[in-house]
């Protein structure tokens, strides 16, 4: 999983990506032209769980890669956020992380910001889809469904309207999906903001809802002095602000919720591991996730509910209560599913 974090100078971007992974701001020159990657391994008591359980030897939790795109450099446009040259790792991503500051720590017009930013996006899918429609008018045999899509992708960018508003057929999204268009991707607004105001409940923000983006409050600044301390003084300071969790969790889960995703499980005495998977997906799907050939030689899944897992404690007591079920290709997986793959290659 990885999502880009990106936003206008003196949004406080840095900050926000110490504040998620940790890692210090760098002062180098060439580290503020490129994407600056850092890792956060997702907290999951579920995993924890089946690590003890299972006797374990070692744990592989979901992963998040953040990468802190440089802003652009544009003439006579100081507040620009694309850098050319990193849009193609920008379509890469899974999501994006787009960062303002609130007024209350010196950030303007919410809205004003938010469509400048959008606007360098829409500008970005424009000249995309109209050089592949170009392309497109000198092909022999054209693709005629993915021509329409295009054309009506172009339409709604000429629009200024971002293409995750856009209602697409699910012939005109397989059509699309290999543009990664960057308007299309799901995205978070962080609003960078003043401790007091990172509990509080976003007012006033509909049209940002309206725009297809989730609103996601974070002190930056505030969480990123977090790392200095200890676990159980870090506690006791996000109790003081309010807050339940880390902005590193609250920002998973709202990743999570976003992109559509559940986690499924394997477990035993090798490994506990955790897998991020779309929601809806089957049991075939799962088991490419963890490895082509498992898939490619797929015969049944048996599959415990956590919850089960957790009543019983173990795999056998689980099989013994009856509690395990043998499943096809076509089973929808379940969060929190602990699954072991049976396959023939």
Request: proline share 5%; charged share 30%; net charge negative.
């Amino acid at each position: 999983m990885k999502a880009g974090i990106i936003g206008p100078r003196g949004a406080g971007k840095s900050t926000v990506f110490h504040a998620l992974t940790g890692l210090a701001p760098s002062g180098t020159q060439a580290a503020k032209n490129r994407a600056r990657p850092g890792q956060i391994r997702v907290p999951d008591p579920r995993l924890d769980f089946l690590e003890r359980a299972c006797q374990s030897k070692k744990k592989i939790p979901v992963e998040l890669t953040v990468l802190d795109f440089a802003p652009g450099q544009k003439e006579g446009q100081p507040r620009a956020v694309l850098d050319a040259a990193l849009i193609p790792q920008m379509r890469e991503l899974d999501a994006i992380l787009v960062v303002v500051a609130s007024p209350a720590i010196g950030g303007g017009d919410l809205m004003a910001t938010l469509r400048g930013i959008e606007d360098e996006l829409v500008f970005a899918d424009f000249e995309q889809a109209e050089r592949r429609l170009e392309r497109i008018k000198k092909e022999r045999t054209p693709d005629e469904v993915e021509r329409a899509a295009l054309q009506r992708a172009l339409e709604c960018l000429e629009r200024g309207e971002p293409l995750r508003r856009m209602e697409l057929t699910a012939q005109e999204t397989r059509a699309l999906s290999h543009f990664c268009f960057l308007s299309q991707k799901p995205a978070l607004l962080v609003i960078n903001c003043a401790t007091e105001e990172a509990a509080s409940a976003p007012d006033q923000l509909d049209p940002i809802r309206a725009r297809g983006l989730e609103i996601f409050r974070m002190a930056a600044a505030f969480e990123a002095e977090l790392w200095e301390l200890d676990e159980h003084e870090r506690g006791e300071l996000l109790r003081e602000a309010g807050l339940t969790a880390s902005a590193a969790d609250r920002l998973i889960a709202a990743l999570f919720r976003r992109l559509g995703l559940i986690t499924f499980y394997t477990a035993g005495e090798p490994e506990a591991h955790a897998w991020a998977l779309a929601a809806g997906s089957t049991a075939l799907d799962a088991a490419a996730k963890i490895h082509s050939d498992i898939a490619r030689g797929f015969i049944r899944a048996e599959v415990i509910s956590f919850a089960d897992f957790e009543q019983y404690g173990s795999e056998a007591k689980v099989k013994a209560a009856g509690r395990l079920r043998l499943e096809g290709k076509e089973y929808v997986m379940r969060d929190g599913d602990v699954i072991h793959i049976r396959f023939k290659v």
